[in-house]
């Protein structure tokens, strides 16, 4: 993940969010995938879609502001904590205007949870936000 990325970004502001860290989650976030050892619930994500995104900011790229949609997902073998992870996720986020690691956030919309179940896996539960965040490069 490269440094001054909206990537940066949001696994900055998840893993100092009080709803990854302070709701029992065995670690904070994950970019893409964690380690296959990880004890639940954990949360990952990755953007998904983008309209205009660069990946990093260099001077003189692109237009001057960005829209990713990025997919957040928790893991839980409990369901009730899986779905309050959720709920303190969006309310963190939702409508989000600031300053995140340095980038300048204009609007982030939250929709979800959705949730999955994995027939091969029998107590694990799957739940997917998806965050359109607007942001503006320096």
């Known amino acids: 993940m490269a440094s001054n990325s909206i990537e940066q970004a949001i696994y900055t502001f998840l893993n100092?969010?009080?709803?990854?860290t302070g709701t029992g989650l065995a670690t904070g976030a994950y970019f893409m995938q964690a380690p296959t050892t990880q004890a639940t619930p954990y949360v990952t994500f990755s953007n998904v879609d983008?309209?205009?995104l660069s990946l990093s900011f260099e001077s003189g790229t692109g237009s001057n502001d960005s829209q990713p949609l990025t997919q957040i997902d928790i893991w839980?073998?409990?369901r009730y904590k899986?779905?309050?992870?959720?709920?303190?996720i969006i309310s963190e986020l939702n409508r989000f205007n600031g300053s995140m690691d340095g980038i300048?956030?204009?609007?982030?919309?939250c929709r979800g949870p959705r949730q999955l179940r994995d027939p091969d896996y029998e107590n694990m539960y799957h739940y997917i936000l998806e965050a359109d965040i607007?942001?503006?490069?320096?």
């Open 82 to 88: 899986g779905i309050d992870i959720s709920d303190g």
């Open 50 to 52: 983008a309209e205009n």
């Open 16 to 20: 100092a969010s009080t709803a990854v």
């Open 134 to 138: 607007e942001y503006t490069r320096p």
């Open 76 to 78: 839980s073998d409990d």
């Open 104 to 109: 300048h956030i204009v609007n982030i919309e």
